[in-house]
């Protein structure tokens, strides 16, 4: 087969065929008189496994799975796998935290602070977070402290160390600075429980697709690995 051969299956162009080979993805690859790559079905099973991979660990791992499987380091191969499982299991369990924190946020009355509002570093001994963390969001629109008219010091009010656990749960499941603000900021517009269910709604959407591209990934590598296995036998 040629490059085009094995682009028209995905709609990918030739170039990008010789890029991924390149790169690694195919198995050792022949070449005729001319000079012209002749691709097998072996690589068409390789090309399969790749896009397969990619879609569930992202471009680079899905290069770095291929070339350790045609090398025949599986054992690498395998650690990259798992190493996503891993992280997708960790960003599961940190979403049903989120869900169960703001469950109790969105249908509670936030407990009022006795006596005065939080300082900075009340705040962040609560949180067990550094003072420069929530200097940082509220740098990043996050969070909202009042200003002592006295001293100017900052002051935590009960909306703002709400926002402030939210944004700590949120940060664990690995969200971006700018993307928490936008959730704080839909959730004061939303009043809390559209924005919420939309958001873990999205969460867990998210976290299924990714679930079922790992699993696609996985089917094709075996398909390839099996029929690496065939050839080496011949």
């Not at 079905?41 to 471009?59: I, K, N, S, T, V």
């Not at 798992?82 to 009355?109: I, K, N």
Request: glycine share 8%; net charge neutral.
């Amino acid at each position: 087969m040629r490059p085009i051969d094995l682009a028209r299956e995905h709609g990918l162009s030739a170039q990008a065929i010789r890029n991924y080979e390149d790169a690694g993805v195919f198995p050792p690859t022949e070449r005729s008189e001319t000079g012209y790559r002749r691709y097998t079905a072996l690589h068409a099973q390789a090309l399969r496994a790749f896009l397969a991979l990619r879609a569930g660990h992202g471009h680079q791992q899905a290069v770095e799975i291929m070339r350790a499987t045609n090398r025949g380091d599986t054992e690498s191969a395998y650690r990259l796998i798992d190493s996503a499982h891993v992280a997708l299991l960790t960003e599961r369990d940190t979403r049903a935290e989120v869900a169960t924190a703001l469950d109790v946020l969105s249908t509670t009355t936030p407990t009022p602070l006795t006596g005065q509002p939080l300082t900075v570093g009340e705040l962040a001994r609560r949180l067990d977070l550094h003072p420069a963390t929530l200097r940082t969001w509220e740098t990043g629109g996050i969070l909202r402290p009042e200003r002592n008219r006295a001293t100017g010091y900052r002051e935590y009010g009960p909306d703002c160390v709400r926002d402030a656990e939210i944004a700590r749960q949120l940060r664990r499941g690995g969200y971006l600075l700018h993307q928490i603000a936008q959730f704080i900021d839909s959730l004061r517009e939303a009043g809390g429980t559209e924005a919420l269910s939309t958001f873990l709604d999205s969460w867990q959407d998210r976290l299924t697709t990714r679930s079922r591209n790992l699993l696609a990934g996985a089917a094709q590598l075996d398909a390839y690995l099996t029929a690496l296995d065939r050839q080496q036998s011949r």
